[in-house]
Every structure is written in C-alpha cells, then in structure tokens.
C-alpha cells in the first residue's frame, strides 16, 4: 500500500494559529465561505489556521459568530483587517503552491502584523508630539514667570528702601499689575500707597510672604482696626 503523504507543516510565522475544528464553533467554517468569499471553510480552518485570539474570543459558542466582525473592526490588530480579499488570497494561495503554505508576502499575518505596527508607530508619534507641546508650554510659562519676577525696580514708583522687607521685597519687585495679582495665595496687591502711582504691594507687611491662604487670613486677622475718626463738638 502506498504510504499517506505527510501532512503540511505548519507556517513558520510568529502568530499562533488553530486547525483544529473542534476548537471554534459548529458552523464557522460555513461562516468563513460566506465571509470570505472561499469556497471550502472547514479546509481552510485545517489547511491556514484561524488565530488564537478569534478562537479564544468565539469560545465555541455560535453566537459570537455574528459578533465576530464588530469585534475585529474594534481590535487593536485587526480593525484594518480586509476579510474577503485576504481569505481568498489565503486560499489561492494554498492552491498554487501545491498545498504547502497559505501565507505568502500579503498574507494575513503580515497585513495583521503592518497594522500591529501602524498602531504603535501612531501611538508613539501622538505620545512624543504631546510630550514635546508640554515641554514647550511649561518652558515659555516658566520663562514669562521669571522675566516678570526678575524685572529690573522702576525708580519712579517704588517704595522706600527701608520697607523691601520680607515679602515686600518680592512684591515690589514686580512691575506689572497682572504678575502682581498672579502670585501665590493673594501675597501682593497693585495699588497707589504712597500717592506716587500705583506699585505692587505686600498684603502681609514686612512678613515672608503667605504659603496658604489660611497664612493670609491669620495675618490680616493679626491687624488692629482702625479706630474711627473722633466726631467734631458741634458748636451750641
């Protein structure tokens, strides 16, 4: 008797396949003729296999088969997945080279792996894209911070010598309204004090400048109320 001609070996590619026919759903194969436009679904379950992770997500239940397509379509490795053109190409595929292989150069596999790989290449490019607008706002932000509080003092509007004490020294060195009014915890304040124009002044006196606002309030409560104005005799 003539000896059974060897079975194939299985494709040398990094994707882990099933041929086994027990392990996806009654029906499938048909499923496959229908969807792919082939003409014998159970031999290619056999002949190219079906990956693992579409038989671990069929699980052996029919009713996953009409799910099958929404799944791929939301896949990270398969949403790109051209199911009729790759099959047939499979299956042709396995024809013409004499029932050795199912996978030539735009095999499923590779066009899984290439989208596999767009994914990623995406990815990372949106991941270094964000990164670098980040960087790049935090620096200018930093950089307009410190220009603003390096301001040179304008000898027109400053206080006197003696009361850049404290956090007075850090709000009269501030010479715009808007960075006066940004610093932290409401320490300094843009005012006319001295009827020389207005300066950014500390809210906290000759203090270190305030780390809370709780800091700000304690201060203020600290503060003694002016005493009213004593009224005027009236004449009889």
């Known amino acids: 008797a003539a000896a059974a001609a060897p079975a194939p070996a299985p494709d040398d590619h990094p994707m882990t396949l099933v041929y ?62 051209d199911v009729e053109k790759e099959l047939k190409e499979m299956e042709a595929t396995w024809e013409s080279s004499g029932h050795q292989t199912c996978h030539d150069d735009h095999s499923m596999q590779d066009s899984m792996h290439d989208t596999m790989q767009d994914s990623m290449h995406d990815t990372m490019h ?20 410190d220009s603003a509080m390096d301001a040179a003092p304008d000898h027109e509007s400053s206080p006197p010598a003696s009361a850049d004490e404290g956090c007075h020294a850090k709000c009269h060195a501030i010479k715009q309204a808007g960075a006066c009014a940004a610093v932290e915890f409401a320490a300094c304040k843009w005012e006319d004090e001295d009827g020389e124009g207005a300066a950014c002044w500390s809210n906290v006196g000759n203090d270190p ?25 009236e004449e009889p």
């Open 20 to 81: 086994d026919q027990t392990e996806l759903p009654r029906g499938f194969g048909k499923a496959l003729e229908v969807a792919g436009n082939i003409t014998d679904g159970n031999g290619f379950i056999k002949n190219c296999g079906i990956p693992q992770d579409v038989v671990d997500y069929l699980d052996k239940n029919a009713t996953k088969i009409k799910t099958l397509g929404d799944w791929m379509a939301n896949h990270h490795e398969y949403h790109n997945f």
């Open 126 to 145: 949106d991941s270094i894209q964000d990164s670098m607008h980040d960087s790049i706002q935090d620096s200018m932000q930093d950089s307009m911070h």
């Open 209 to 233: 400048c305030p780390t809370s606002y709780d800091h700000l309030h304690e201060h203020k409560d600290e503060e003694e109320p002016a005493e009213p104005p004593a009224k005027e005799e």
